[in-house]
């Protein structure tokens, strides 16, 4: 196809999406107005310019992983893929002792469990969610990591923990590397949420770093799909921080073989779209304060929800909860009989467990929501 013929078809998908955040349509407007670009295959690996960039954002960018070169970062379909690449790799390289298990959060992302099962990894749970408290089971949590044989591999959410909203606090978090560093446990992080728990990007990456610091081995998954709104671009990486700059090597090019078999060549326009928003001080920071926006939005909803319960419904019970629980979602704590009720009385819609999207809350529909939780809990 001819470049015009491109840029006519380009420019009749932009009015769908017009109403993306602004840093996108800048990006896309540079992307789109580029004569320079075709359509080759990207290398195997992905567009070196995202995924340096990708591994600096999640790492930091004076990060020693990355300036010794013991990262290893290839592009992804999207956190997805780089779950399921993650999880090949550690199939066929890492050093099991018996059968392949992943330690994974009860509750969690429910496609973790299909795609560890589909490499062969079997799937266990470790203690999260408290249902007590609506937060964290820290002792719990704890005691898995204590007891589980050496050189376990946990599966743990970076930020914004999904579905619970519940995250470790920083002081749990050194906790949890201590015990994963002196029982030489795998950290499998997942981190699909970066700059949705905090509004910093930065804040939201701080585990990630801090097991790197404590020398914790691990991998990490990188979604771009809600922080940069690219859901169906499919924009992703995967990160492996190995020991020496030699073994990275050696990642690499087995990671290079198992990419090549399952999807030859990562896709181009998602990718060149963040590449060009993170190596670029202008779009960095107004992505940036898309962010804020969004996150902030997020946490005014919280606020008023438990304003509304608290001061002015007066709703039975504890609603602290609905203030702890970071990101996009939170449990509230509600049973599977009063979710129900919520679905069918009111027309709100939650899955069974209580999860609800903040992100689905407005100004205009929030009293609506808070009134009806009223009643379901009120029986
Ligand atoms: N991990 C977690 C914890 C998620 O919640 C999601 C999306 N819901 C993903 C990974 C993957 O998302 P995507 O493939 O769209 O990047």
């Known amino acids: 196809m001819s470049l015009s013929l491109l840029q006519i078809a380009y420019s009749s998908l932009l009015p769908h999406i017009k109403r993306t955040p602004m840093r996108k349509n800048e990006a896309t407007r540079i992307l789109l ?32 992983a990355v300036q010794e070169q013991r990262t290893v970062s290839v592009q992804t379909i999207s956190g997805t893929g780089a779950n399921h690449l993650g999880a090949l790799f550690l199939s066929r390289f890492y050093k099991w002792d018996g059968a392949p298990k992943i330690w994974l959060s009860n509750p969690t992302w429910a496609n973790h469990h299909a795609i560890f099962k589909n490499v062969g990894i079997q799937p266990v749970d470790y203690p999260y969610y408290d249902p007590k408290t609506i937060g964290l089971d ?42 994963m560093a002196v029982k030489k446990h795998y950290a499998f992080f997942d981190s699909a949420y970066q700059g949705f728990a905090s509004g910093g990007l930065d804040k939201d990456a701080w585990a990630v770093r801090y097991f790197v610091e404590r020398g ?44 090549r078999s399952e999807i030859s060549n990562p896709p181009t326009y998602g990718a060149r779209l963040v590449s060009l928003i993170l190596n670029d001080d202008v779009l960095f920071d107004e992505w940036k304060k898309d962010i804020q926006t969004m996150s902030g939005r ?25 203030m702890n629980q970071i990101g996009m979602f939170s449990f509230t704590g509600i049973n599977p009989e009063q979710s129900k009720a919520l679905v069918e009385k009111g027309h709100i819609y939650l899955t069974a467990n209580g999860r609800i999207s903040m992100a689905g809350l407005n100004t205009h529909n929030i009293r609506y929501f808070a009134e009806n939780l009223d009643k379901v809990v009120r029986g």
């Open 33 to 64: 107005s580029d004569e320079t670009l075709d359509h080759e295959y990207l290398p195997i690996t992905g567009l070196a310019s995202f995924t340096s960039a990708a591994a600096k954002l999640i790492l930091g960018p004076t990060s020693p």
């Open 138 to 179: 820290y002792d719990g949590f704890i005691s898995a990591l204590q007891t589980a044989p050496e050189r376990s591999v946990f599966l743990l959410h970076a930020c914004a923990h999904n579905p619970t909203g519940v995250d470790p606090t920083q002081e749990q978090w050194k906790s949890v590397a201590e015990v």
């Open 216 to 259: 914790v081995a691990l991998l990490i998954c990188q979604s771009f799909a809600k922080n940069a709104g690219l859901y169906g671009e499919r924009v992703g990486a995967l990160h492996i921080v190995s020991p020496t700059r030699e073994a990275a090597d050696r990642v690499k090019s087995q990671l290079s073989v198992l990419q």
């Open 298 to 322: 997020i946490i005014d909803m919280r606020k008023e929800l438990f304003r509304i319960l608290t001061e002015e419904l007066k709703t039975p019970g504890n609603w602290d909860h609905i």
